[in-house]
């Protein structure tokens, strides 16, 4: 009960056993929740960042930037949004110079991208970064979206972002050359549609984020088929009659 209800002290837990029929005396509940080094209930009350991510999931996007060195040593750079509950990616833009009017022109068209179902969203978590003016800030203002910037140097408080960007590097950007923007915006593109509709995800019960998990299959089996994307760089499998 302790764990599962953190505002509940020794007291609240003892008053729940009496409506269960259990006679007991406080102190019965207090010296094992001690015993097992449970905090009384005003400590374990403190919401932790990871807490209200969790709590806060379904109406949370992240972004970020992430930077790509193409092969004439050209750095680019590139906006993204995840949706932090189905972990959907929006590739914003691609640029060679992010100022805060480029970004927040990409802040506007997510805004058009996303009309259909916008208003579930609530909290838009970035970092500090010049880039996100207050101009960026009044275009999410406008529609009721509010801006939780990050501690200094805490990438781990834009965890899903951060994570999406490895994943990107390991499985797309590590694996082959950049030679340009276009590429660049193609390759991302084509690894986004990838990303959302196919991939499965642990956190999601290894559905995709589009995609739900496909019914399972007829005892006789079905004929697997693959289709390779990325010039054959990511195999994605699928079943047919």
Same mark, same amino acid.
């Given at each position: 009960?302790?764990?599962?209800?953190?505002?509940?002290?020794?007291?609240?837990?003892?008053?729940?056993?009496?409506?269960?029929?259990?006679?007991?005396?406080?102190?019965?509940?207090?010296?094992? =929740?001690? $015993?097992? @080094?449970?905090?009384?209930?005003?400590?374990?009350?403190?919401?932790?960042?990871?807490?209200?991510?969790?709590?806060?999931?379904?109406?949370?996007?992240?972004?970020?930037?992430?930077?790509?060195?193409?092969?004439?040593?050209? $750095? =680019?750079?590139?906006?993204?949004?995840?949706?932090?509950?189905?972990? $959907?990616?929006?590739?914003?833009?691609?640029?060679?110079?992010?100022?805060?009017?480029? !970004?927040?022109?990409?802040?506007?068209?997510?805004? !058009?991208?996303?009309?259909?179902?916008?208003?579930?969203?609530?909290?838009?978590?970035?970092?500090?970064?010049?880039?996100?003016?207050?101009?960026?800030?009044?275009?999410?203002?406008?529609?009721?979206?509010?801006? =939780?910037?990050?501690?200094?140097?805490?990438?781990?408080?834009?965890?899903?972002? %951060?994570?999406?960007?490895?994943?990107?590097?390991? %499985?797309?950007?590590?694996?082959?050359?950049?030679?340009?923007?276009?590429?660049?915006?193609?390759?991302?593109?084509?690894?986004?549609?990838?990303?959302?509709?196919?991939?499965?995800?642990?956190?999601?019960?290894?559905?995709?984020?589009?995609?739900?998990?496909?019914?399972?299959?007829?005892?006789? @089996?079905?004929?697997? !088929?693959?289709?390779? $994307?990325?010039?054959?760089?990511?195999?994605?499998?699928?079943? !047919?009659?």
């Amino acid at each position: 009960m302790a764990t599962e209800n953190p505002t509940w002290g020794y007291r609240r837990i003892h008053g729940e056993l009496v409506q269960l029929g259990y006679r007991v005396a406080p102190s019965t509940v207090w010296l094992p =929740l001690k $015993r097992a @080094g449970i905090d009384p209930a005003p400590r374990r009350t403190e919401l932790t960042w990871r807490q209200f991510l969790s709590a806060q999931a379904q109406s949370m996007l992240a972004c970020d930037f992430f930077h790509v060195d193409t092969v004439l040593l050209r $750095r =680019l750079y590139v906006l993204f949004v995840i949706e932090v509950a189905s972990r $959907r990616v929006h590739i914003l833009g691609v640029t060679t110079n992010p100022t805060g009017a480029w !970004v927040t022109q990409q802040a506007r068209n997510l805004l !058009v991208e996303l009309a259909g179902y916008l208003s579930q969203f609530r909290f838009l978590i970035c970092d500090r970064d010049a880039k996100f003016t207050h101009s960026f800030d009044a275009v999410f203002a406008s529609e009721g979206v509010q801006i =939780l910037r990050t501690p200094v140097q805490a990438p781990r408080a834009n965890a899903f972002a %951060e994570r999406w960007v490895g994943t990107v590097r390991r %499985e797309l950007l590590d694996r082959m050359l950049i030679f340009g923007q276009r590429q660049l915006e193609a390759v991302l593109a084509e690894y986004a549609r990838h990303y959302n509709d196919h991939r499965p995800h642990r956190a999601l019960g290894q559905a995709s984020p589009v995609a739900a998990v496909p019914p399972a299959a007829p005892a006789g @089996g079905m004929r697997v !088929v693959q289709v390779d $994307r990325l010039g054959g760089l990511i195999h994605e499998y699928a079943q !047919v009659a």
